[in-house]
């Protein structure tokens, strides 16, 4: 089975309170450059701004890993879903 992968640069990322952290921030005694977080529900949400300002939010199916490293989040395309692009809330400059 191929699995298509989205990346996303970001500027700004917040996950929803049903994630768990497998590996890196807050757990990690040195900061990470990276980490991967686990949904627990099939609607776990992230909303992220991109690199061209766009707040974009996303829910995952239970069980999906994302890894976010430095600023780019990636995850397998299938098991998510682009919930909205608002262009009204555009990211302060």
């Known amino acids: 089975m191929v699995h298509n992968v989205t ?3 970001f500027i700004e990322c917040t996950l929803d309170t049903q994630w768990e952290t497998l590996f890196g921030y807050p757990f990690e005694s040195k900061p990470q450059m990276w980490s991967q977080h686990k949904a627990l529900s ?3 949400e992230v909303a992220l701004v991109d690199i061209k300002n766009d707040r974009r939010y996303f829910m995952f199916k239970r069980e999906l890993v994302i890894q976010l490293v430095n600023n780019v989040i990636s995850f397998r395309s299938q098991e998510a879903e682009e919930l909205a692009v608002d262009d009204s809330k555009k990211y302060l400059k």
């Open 7 to 9: 990346t996303i640069a």
């Open 42 to 44: 099939n609607k776990s």
